[in-house]
């Protein structure tokens, strides 16, 4: 199975000058209704959790736990970035992230933003529960360099060292 990639946010508001907007506002419901809206319009993807299965947790981040999960029957894994209770400076976060997402998802050596999951908070308000995003099935590479560095060839190195570069440079012409 093959997902959509919606790279593309809507136009009006995708200029830098809404992108500061949101970024720089104090009031979380704009961030939001932001999210909201681009999930109607179907320029972000929503997953809705109950499709998720066999879940497992495979890391701790600066957001909260990763996991990794299988969407709806298929043999296609997804990778959670999960949000225990987001406050206003993590809604914010999230927004930038995923402006940012946008602006690299047409790089190959970045993982690709696929969607987001959410719920309803108490106040009957939008939760988001999780960044949805390419799981990258060959671990980290301080952990696969610990097991394979003696069979790598000079050639592998150097395609790492490329591809490594290329994906930090993406980042940086991005301002990250
Ligand atoms: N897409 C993914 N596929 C596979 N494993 C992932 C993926 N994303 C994260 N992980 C695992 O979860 C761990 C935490 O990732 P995460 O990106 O949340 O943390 P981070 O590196 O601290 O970044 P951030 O500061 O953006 O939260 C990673 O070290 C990795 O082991």
């Not at 199975?1 to 995708?14: D, G, H, R, V």
């Not at 990763?66 to 298929?74: D, F």
Request: charged letters at 25%.
């Amino acid at each position: 199975m093959s997902l959509n990639k919606y790279q593309t946010f809507p136009l009006a508001k995708n200029s830098d000058l809404f992108k500061n907007e949101i970024e720089n506002n104090e009031n979380t419901n704009i961030s939001i209704d932001w999210i909201e809206d681009a999930i109607e319009k179907k320029y972000i993807k929503y997953y809705d959790c109950k499709y998720f299965s066999d879940i497992q947790e495979i890391g701790t981040g600066g957001f909260g736990k990763v996991y990794r999960v299988k969407w709806k029957n298929s043999e296609y894994y997804l990778a959670l970035k999960t949000f225990k209770d987001p406050d206003n400076v993590t809604i914010k976060e999230i927004v930038r992230e995923l402006n940012f997402q946008r602006d690299v998802d047409h790089h190959n050596n970045i993982i690709r933003f696929h969607g987001i999951s959410k719920s309803v908070n108490s106040n009957n308000q939008m939760k988001i529960d999780s960044l949805v995003m390419e799981y990258a099935d060959g671990g980290n590479l301080r952990g696969y360099l610990k097991e394979h560095f003696n069979n790598l060839t000079w050639n592998d190195k150097l395609n790492m060292a490329l591809q490594l570069a290329c994906a930090v440079s993406c980042l940086h012409s991005v301002g990250q």
